[in-house]
T-cell receptor, first 112, second 116 residues
C-alpha cells in the first residue's frame, strides 16, 4: 500500500467550476500536510499547508483535513485554465523528522 | 524557486559517466534535499542533509552521492552505478530541520538529466 495516494487523473472540469482533488494517507500519526502545484516541465510550488482538522481557505483554494478518515483534499473554486497542472499532495509521517512523502499527483485540466 | 538555483537546466550524459548536479541556496535554510521525479510519478527522496557535513540516505540512494561542505551548497553526483538515471532532479530546502510541524520545503527549478 502506498503511503500517500492520489488519483492520477486527468480530472477535467469546465472553467468556473469547482475542482476537488483528494489525497489519502496511511500513517495515522501524520501531522503536516501540503499541496503543491506543478506545471509541466517546472518544479513544484506550494499552494497550501494544513495542520489541523477542518478547512483552511486562501483565496480560491480551500484545503480540508480529516485525520480520523486520513484524507486531505484541495478545492479550487472558479477554476481557470491557468489552474491546469499536476497537484501533488505531501505528508509528514509520524516519526519521520521533517521528511515529506509525496503522492503521485493528480493532473487537473480546466477547459475554457 | 526564489533563492534556490540548480544547474545545469538540461544535462546529457553518456552511459558510464559520472555527472554532478549543482544546488545552491541563499535562503540560509538548514535542510536541503534531493528528489528524483520520473514521468507521471511523484517525488522520491534520494538524499537529505539537515546540517553542514552531515547527510542521510533517502529511499533511493543507490548510485548517487552527495556532499554538504557549506550550508549554501548540496551537490548531487549521479554515478555510473545508477542504472536508470534519466529523470527530472529537484533540489529542495527547508528553513529548519527540527521538530514538526514541518516547515515548508521550497524547490529549485530542477535539472533534467538524459542518458544517451
Amino acid at each position: 500500500q502506498k503511503e500517500v495516494e492520489q488519483n492520477s487523473g486527468p480530472l477535467s472540469v469546465p472553467e468556473g467550476a469547482i475542482a476537488s482533488l483528494n489525497c489519502t494517507y496511511s500513517d495515522r500519526g501524520s501531522q503536516s500536510f501540503f499541496w503543491y502545484r506543478q506545471y509541466s516541465g517546472k518544479s513544484p510550488e506550494l499552494i497550501m499547508s494544513i495542520y489541523s482538522n477542518g478547512d483552511k481557505e486562501d483565496g480560491r483554494f480551500t484545503a480540508q483535513l480529516n485525520k480520523a478518515s486520513q484524507y486531505v483534499s484541495l478545492l479550487i473554486r472558479d477554476s481557470q485554465p491557468s489552474d491546469s497542472a499536476t497537484y501533488l499532495c505531501a505528508v509528514n509521517p509520524n516519526n519521520a523528522g521533517n521528511m515529506l512523502t509525496f503522492g503521485g499527483g493528480t493532473r487537473l485540466m480546466v477547459k475554457p | 524557486d526564489g533563492g534556490i538555483t540548480q544547474s545545469p537546466k538540461y544535462l546529457f550524459r553518456k552511459e558510464g559517466q559520472n555527472v554532478t548536479l549543482s544546488c545552491e541556496q541563499n535562503l540560509n535554510h538548514d535542510a536541503m534535499y534531493w528528489y528524483r521525479q520520473d514521468p507521471g510519478q511523484g517525488l522520491r527522496l534520494i538524499y537529505y542533509s539537515q546540517i553542514v557535513n552531515d547527510f542521510q540516505k533517502g529511499d533511493i540512494a543507490e548510485g548517487y552521492s552527495v556532499s554538504r561542505e557549506k550550508k549554501e551548497s548540496f551537490p548531487l553526483t549521479v554515478t555510473s552505478a545508477q542504472k536508470n538515471p534519466t529523470a527530472f532532479y529537484l533540489c529542495a530546502t527547508q528553513r529548519r530541520a527540527d521538530v514538526p510541524p514541518t516547515d515548508t520545503q521550497y524547490f529549485g527549478p530542477g535539472t533534467r538529466l538524459t542518458v544517451l
